[in-house]
């Protein structure tokens, strides 16, 4: 098993930056991939960013390219997320995602566990 706990949600005005983190601990060293998803209210979860445990091979959705970046600490398992030039359709709870298996970094089922969320609110 393996336990996630995301933080570092908060209110932004449009144009700051937050930096979400993402800790892990059990059974990190079975992990092959982490993953930030989001959801805003009356929407589907989607996919953010995601990153190889072990190489850093880095995914992003085209709607946060050039203005987020996935990094690890492997010493410390966790997972961040730097978002800059926020706006508010960025408004979303995050959720942090790890995933045992090479399955498509853009799927939810790909992923074995899940943080509690993160809430990101981006005022205009």
């Known amino acids: 098993q393996v336990q996630l706990v995301d933080s570092g949600g908060g209110l932004v005005q449009a144009g700051g930056s937050l930096r979400l983190s993402c800790a892990a601990s059990?059974?990190?060293?079975?992990?092959?991939?982490m993953g930030w998803f989001r959801q805003a209210p009356g929407k589907e979860r989607e996919f953010v960013a995601a990153i190889t445990w072990s190489g850093g091979s880095t995914d992003y959705a085209d709607s946060v390219k050039g203005r987020f970046t996935i990094s690890r600490d492997n010493a410390k398992n966790t997972v961040y997320l730097q978002m800059n030039s926020l706006n508010p359709e960025d408004t979303a709870v995050y959720y942090c995602a790890a995933a045992r298996f090479a399955g498509g970094a853009y799927y939810t089922p790909s992923y074995d566990f899940w943080g509690q969320g993160t809430q990101v609110t981006v005022s205009s």
């Open positions: 059990g059974r990190t060293l079975s992990l092959y991939r």
